[in-house]
């Protein structure tokens, strides 16, 4: 392990390969920071160390897809839903996990995607703080209305439009909604007042009591099951405190009311008995997908088997809820099943490049000797040699495909080039014996004219030596001439045999030349 004074982390950040890496920065000691951007604040990420450096990009990797798939679940239901504003708490969810989870990837584009989220919900709301001062506004005007059955009727159309209209934040909403009551509330004390002298307390608690019932059953076909069961329970409390009125009107106001109340709470038991088959359907769906994730998690097809797995992760998408109290445990043998996997397929593909480095390494080590070769001028061992490196590189497995072919490219250049070389020596050595060839006719030639001379002069002396014999008068010395001039003709006899088998010799390496020279295969 490196030491932590020697390793450089910007260029160990450098080999780091991963969706949305831009976003980030890596200092010289090791601190990872993702840096400010659209919607994002910078923050530092993480503290890197020699030791745990490619554990903890790991790790925030990891963080990453399960941020991403937070976002994703949530982008599910935000296609799905018709009431946008109802997912404003989820939205605000997803951004805190944005902004203070530590991870590694394309947060940006999971920013994006939550700011246009804010913007619809913002836009959304601002119409619907619109309509909702319209009306408290229109009931505003209504407090000093002397048109007191009317405007009665005037304030409950006020309070269907008000839960017509749509979501607003709480803060908002609870301001306009405290308008409404008050001037709600300042008409009906205008309208106590008026009636005070006829039907006074009774009376009042009747309009209360009324209007508690008008509400109730105008909320009783409701779907938003927690706020409208608040709004009950809110009303009973109210009815609680409002006083007697008209025995025979007063039960029948009562049963209105708990007519009502249990028309919505029996439709809410409904909904959650609904919501409970549906949430078990979509269990069973689910727990169908784990098992085929089960089955897939040794599987040594590696293509194939991460597509089935993307496949499945779709439709886990796809599927709705599920009780919470079996969803964990179901995801987690979902996500043990892929990671088990994906694990095994890291792992095997790191394997190949293994296989693959080692490889090109010994043919890293053939091209260079092959390199080495190719300019040899020792042609016999260099071509066993060449030949050989042939051979063991043809036993050596494959390297990766970015190294392959520069590889034998420069390989096959080097034994080319060498073997052009040694086409042109042998071309040339031809040449050098073919220029031989004809210095030595051309000598052969002029030694058989120098032989004939030599010979033809040598005939003339020993025709002179026995011419001299023949000359030889008798005499005191004639004897010693004689032997003198025997003596001479057998040394000329000698001479002229040995220049006569040069000569004879010298005609047939001529002839022998000549014939090469006519068929050239046969010589070599």
């Given amino acids: 392990m490196l030491q932590e004074q020697n390793f450089d982390f910007i260029s160990w950040w450098n080999e780091q390969s991963f969706p949305g890496k831009e976003l980030y920065r890596m200092s010289a000691d090791g601190e990872l920071v993702l840096q400010a951007g659209n919607n994002i604040k910078e923050r530092s990420i993480a503290k890197i160390t020699p030791e745990n450096a490619d554990a903890v990009i790991k790790q925030l990797v990891e963080k ?17 839903a018709e009431d946008k504003q109802k997912l404003a708490d989820k939205v605000a969810l997803v951004k805190e996990y944005l902004n203070h989870t530590d991870a590694v990837g394309d947060i940006v584009s999971l920013a994006s995607l939550v700011q246009n989220w804010e913007q619809t919900l913002h836009a959304l709301a601002e119409e619907n703080y619109a309509d909702k001062l319209k009306i408290a506004e229109m009931a505003e005007s209504l407090v000093d209305s002397g048109q007191w059955k009317e405007t009665t009727l005037a304030f409950r159309d006020i309070t269907d439009k008000w839960k017509a209209a749509g979501h607003l934040d709480k803060n908002r ?3 306009l909604w405290n308008r409404i009551e008050a001037a709600r509330k300042a008409f009906l004390d205008r309208k106590h007042i008026h009636h005070e002298e006829q039907e006074k307390d009774m009376l009042r608690n009747m309009d209360l009591k009324i209007d508690l019932v008008e509400q109730a059953e105008s909320i009783a076909s409701s779907e938003e099951w927690k706020n409208t069961s608040e709004t009950f329970h809110r009303l009973t409390e109210e009815w609680k405190t409002i006083g007697h009125t008209i025995n025979k009107k007063n039960e029948e106001l009562w049963q209105r009311f708990i007519a009502a109340k249990a028309a919505f709470f029996d439709r809410k038991k409904e909904h959650a008995q609904k919501i409970q088959v549906e949430q078990q359907k979509n269990f069973e769906a689910k727990e169908l997908l784990v098992d085929k994730a089960e089955a897939l998690k040794d599987s040594k097809e590696w293509n194939t088997t991460t597509q089935a ?6 439709e886990w998408k796809k599927t709705g809820r599920i009780p919470q109290e079996k969803g964990d445990g179901l995801w987690k043998r979902f996500s043990a099943a892929q990671e088990q996997f994906f694990e095994a397929k890291r792992t095997h593909f790191g394997e190949i490049k293994a296989v693959h480095d080692q490889n090109y390494t010994l ?25 050989q490196l042939i051979e063991d590189w043809k036993k050596i497995g494959p390297v990766a495909r970015s190294h392959s072919d520069k590889m034998w490219e420069e390989f096959n250049a080097a034994r080319k080039y060498f073997f052009a070389r040694k086409d042109a020596n042998r071309e040339q050595q031809k040449q050098y014996v073919e220029q031989q060839k004809e210095v030595r006719a051309a000598q052969a030639k002029g030694l058989i004219v120098k032989l004939q001379a030599d010979i033809k002069e040598e005939e003339e002396k020993l025709a002179d030596f026995h011419q001299a014999i023949q000359d030889i008068t008798p005499g005191k010395k004639a004897a010693e001439l004689r ?24 005609e047939k390496d001529i002839n022998a030349t000549q014939h090469q020279n006519k068929n050239p295969a046969n010589a070599e």
């Fill in 64 to 80: 990453f897809a399960a941020l991403h798939a937070k976002v994703t679940e949530l982008e599910v239901e935000w296609v799905a």
């Fill in 173 to 175: 909403n609870d301001k």
């Fill in 309 to 314: 797995f993307a496949a499945l992760m779709e």
């Fill in 363 to 387: 043919k890293k080590a053939l091209l260079d000797r092959a390199e080495e070769l190719k300019n040899s001028t020792k042609w016999g061992p260099a071509t066993g040699e060449m030949q």
């Fill in 483 to 506: 032997a003198h001039l025997e003596t001479l003709i057998a040394g000329s006899e000698v001479t002229l045999n040995r220049l006569r088998d040069k000569f004879a010799q010298a």
